[in-house]
């Protein structure tokens, strides 16, 4: 079964700061992974998509990486602004079925 | 070009009652995805349904939950005889069904059992 965990579970930065959010795949055998922001009360933002045979996926301040081998992947953002606070969530996807990590709230303190 | 439409946004229900939740999906996607989070808990697959049919429903609660995606009009999500711990946000997630695409959430709507 495939377990999916975010690390940390919260974060707190200054503003300007350059950050990394982890999450990490029990198995290996995914067709995509894909990042997404909450705010809350409302749904999934989708960040970056990146598929399986590809390493890495970028977007503005946001870089993905992926690596199937160890079953990690990593969201880096850039130069943080309040504005990217926020639940991030990984969902890694199998067969059309998603399988969400249960997210990072970040804080980006002005 | 409107997005994934959710409605209601929030429901209140009595313990017992129906609670009938609805998602249009985005223009030109024929797949639709139900989603439960509980309150401190990760988004938990549902059932996957395309047009008239239902692909996966192996998230989807033996007793009490249904899931339709009829020919014309919004895919629904029905709970009978609800109880507390129903209480969650239900989101709604749709694609065009290819592999390399993105599926694109709702806001959800937000369950709350009396």
């Known amino acids: 079964k495939q377990e999916v965990t975010q690390i940390p579970a919260a974060l707190s930065v200054p503003e300007g700061e350059n950050l990394v959010l982890n999450c990490s795949f029990t198995d290996s055998a995914i067709y995509n992974l894909q990042w997404f922001r909450q705010d809350p009360g409302k749904g999934l933002t989708s960040l970056l998509l990146i598929q399986s045979s590809q390493r890495e996926q970028t977007s503005g301040r946001l870089n993905a990486s992926l690596d199937k081998s160890s079953g990690r992947s990593t969201l880096y953002i850039a130069a943080s602004q309040p504005g990217d606070s926020a639940t991030y969530l990984c969902a890694v996807i199998r067969s059309n079925q998603f399988y969400f990590g249960t997210g990072t709230s970040l804080t980006v303190i002005p | ?114």
């Open chain 2, 1 to 114: 070009n409107a997005g994934v439409m959710q409605n209601p946004r929030h429901l209140v229900r009595r313990r017992g009652q129906e609670a009938r939740l609805r998602c249009s999906p985005m223009k030109g996607h024929s797949h639709v995805y139900w989603y439960r989070q509980l309150p401190e808990e990760g988004l938990k697959f549902m059932v996957y349904l395309q047009k008239e049919n239902i692909i996966d429903e192996s998230g989807m609660p033996k007793e009490r939950f249904s899931a339709e995606f009829p020919k014309e009009g919004p895919s629904i999500l029905r709970i009978q005889q609800v109880v507390r711990g129903d209480s969650a946000a239900y989101f709604c997630a749709s694609s065009t069904g290819q592999e390399n695409q993105p599926q694109h959430f709702g806001d959800g709507t937000r369950l709350s059992i009396l």
